[in-house]
């Protein structure tokens, strides 16, 4: 499946996001329950989902009351979401909107000029923000996204003026352009606010690249969030599923060659590389200049986390320099993950598989790891036997 997130319209907020997946097929009762639970550890909040029509476009319109918008600071936030659990959400729902939050905390940080420990979340107020991130993120997840092919198209800004706490402020607010370094946007079409910091949040961690152009698919599922306000223009987000035979993307390419680093500095990298985003890292021994050992340090990044990942290596390694080779096309198989589950000693498990596939060909099958080691941990089964069941099942099944 390829996912295309299209603000060029009406721009996105948190609730457009929602509205547009809700759209695509959801159940909305259960999207606000999601919301309504979360969101009530921060405050009283009212959530309601329903069709409306914009500008004779007909969309799912997400609202959102907070009777009390109290300002949190982001650790404190952070703090409360690891302590609740709830059956629908999974822990890669909460670690993904985490990373929406951090997204969040970190403009505001570079913006106000302060750490992201010191700061609060004042515009909307913590249930409010809540409600938006969890609830875009389950929809996400729920819809098999994250392990799509997302798109995003230019972003519509909006213009004219703010008011925020620290007064009048021209559009995009200065979180709202934080955020979107790197991403293509443009001002108007109208003169009011039509991006806001939580849609371009969760816009940036959703996105995997950004065109100008609708890449080549078949269109199967279109969903169109609606904004609140009433405009010249239908105020919605269009978020589009359809299908490609094979897939396409875009990727960088940063490399540095290293003659004056140890092992464990080399492990190290490795592994703060992937946590920040890096698609894949591969460490090269290879001679330096005057026949010194050393390494070949080669990521492969979106383009979009260049300059984040270049600052690290610098930062980690010493080195003087990263080469960095842009825009690299490259052909992908299409992937799903297909969830199967089987009993061990009278328990069902469910195990998670990668397959992927050229057309309606599967070319591979893969349980994910973590998931068996889970399950090979908590059954006290050698690893091998509980990824040679997986793949058992997934074939009894599906082939």
Known sequence: MTV??????????????????????????????????????????????????????SASFVNVKCKDKKPLKYTDLIEVLDGIEHPEVSSDTIKSSKNVFKTLAEAEAKVHGTTIDEVHFHEVGAADAVADVIGAVYCYHKLGMKNEKVYGMPVAL????????????????????????????FGGPVNFEL?????????????????NFYPLIINKNVGYGAGKMELSLPNTLRIIEGNSELESDRVSILETNLDNVTGELMGNIFNILMNKGARDVSIIPTLTKKNRPGYLLRVI????????????IIRETGTLGVRVI????????SRKIVPVQFHINGIEVEIRIKVGMIGKDIISVKPEYEDVRKVSYERDMPLKEVMDRANQVFNEIYK
């Open 4 to 57: 295309i997130i299209d603000p060029q319209n009406s721009g996105i907020s948190g609730n457009m996001v929602i509205g547009a997946l809700v759209d695509l097929g959801l159940d909305s009762e259960v999207v606000i329950e999601v919301m309504q639970y979360y969101a009530s550890h921060f405050g009283d909040i009212d959530v309601n989902i329903e069709k409306v029509t914009k500008s004779g476009i």
């Open 158 to 185: 909006g213009g004219g003026r703010i008011k925020a706490m620290h007064g009048i402020l021209s559009v995009p607010a200065p979180a709202t352009l934080e955020i979107l370094k790197n991403v293509p946007v």
């Open 195 to 211: 991006t806001t910091p939580t849609g371009a949040a969760l816009l940036v961690n959703f996105v995997d690249e950004f065109t």
């Open 301 to 312: 990044a979106k383009p979009v986390d260049c300059d984040v990942l270049s600052e690290l």
């Open 326 to 333: 842009p825009f690299v096309h490259r052909n992908i198989a």
